[in-house]
């Protein structure tokens, strides 16, 4: 049994990833010459206590995140999870649900987890009820704010904060990862940083963090700025940009937790590991996520 649970990256990139289907710009051309340009979409995976693996959203890429985070492990053969959990029902964070079907991996009551919201919602899609129905999977609802353990002896609690997100079909979750080390704040998609600090109760980020009791934060950086998008109303698909975040933020204090950004759109800066905007995050002290990186809990 091993003395720390490892909480791996296993994507960086906005719900569609790198390269964007239908996008010429230079980045995703770039990333079609060059697969070491190439971002998955966010997800993350979990190595409990007991040696139990657990899987925070199912993108387009599973295969390839399964491979990765195996070999993450120093492990050969392709991981098989034994939990999922999603924060929200947009499609990259549900895609590659699909894959654990009849079709491909035909799981056995492999467990998924969200909000109550969420997983009703699935259930009244067809083909999501066929999986349920051919036992792939035994959804189960979580209420926000109550940590579970997605088996016994994992050894870390899963605790899903409400987090306000343009919620069409459901819920949108944060996700606090608490091992018995140190704990982690899985903050991918939120509108802004002024309704989320209202729904927490929050009078500044800093707070925020203080009032999870968290060592970490993985939090929001779609967008570094606001013009990004010339050709779509940036207003209909809003994000707090990095920009905004290190004005709130201001440079990294002595006491501060550890903060990485995730979750870049194709058009963001940050993507370019040489970029001003990247250099801009590190010198104020901050971090951005690598698919791969590790922390222990």
């Known amino acids: ?31 079609h010459a060059d697969s070491s340009k190439i971002r998955f979409p966010v997800s993350l ?19 390839s995140q399964l491979s990765e985070w195996s070999l993450s492990l120093g492990e050969k053969v392709s991981i098989i999870p034994d939990s999922v959990t999603f924060t929200h029902l947009h499609l990259g964070h549900i ?16 467990p998924i987890y969200s909000t109550r919201k969420n997983i009703d919602y699935l259930e ?8 349920v129905d051919d036992g792939n999977f035994n959804p189960i609802g979580i ?10 002896e994992c050894g870390f609690t899963l605790e899903l904060i409400e987090i306000p997100h343009r919620n069409e079909c459901g819920d949108t979750a944060g996700i606090i990862i608490r091992g018995i080390h140190n704990s982690l704040l899985y903050l991918p998609d ?21 009032k999870i009791q968290i060592n970490e934060a993985w939090i929001d950086g779609t967008f570094w700025n606001g013009e990004e998008l010339s050709n779509r109303d940036m207003s209909k698909i809003p994000h707090p940009t990095i920009e905004e975040s290190l004005m709130r933020l201001q440079k990294k204090e002595s006491n501060d937790i550890k903060v990485k950004f995730i979750h870049f759109n194709h058009t963001n800066p940050v993507c370019d590991e040489r970029s001003e905007e990247r250099k801009q995050i590190e010198s104020m002290g901050w971090g951005v996520g690598q698919r791969g990186d590790v922390v222990k809990l």
Do not use: Y
């Not at 895609?95 to 492999?110: N, S, T, W, Y």
């Open 124 to 131: 009244k899609r067809i083909d999501f009820k066929l999986m």
């Open 143 to 152: 209420e926000f704010n109550q940590p579970f353990k997605p088996t016994e």
């Open 1 to 31: 049994m091993s003395h720390f649970v490892t909480l791996t990256l296993l994507g960086t990139a906005q719900d569609a990833g790198l390269p964007q289907a239908g996008c010429g710009c230079e980045r995703c051309a770039l990333a």
């Open 95 to 110: 895609e590659g649900i699909g894959q654990f079907g009849k079709p491909v991996m035909a799981m056995k009551d492999l």
């Open 190 to 210: 939120h509108d802004t940083w002024g309704e989320t600090l209202i729904k927490t109760n929050s009078k500044n980020i800093r707070e925020f963090f203080e």
């Open 45 to 63: 995976g979990i190595r409990g206590l007991d040696g139990s693996n657990h899987l925070i959203e199912v993108t387009r890429r599973l295969p």
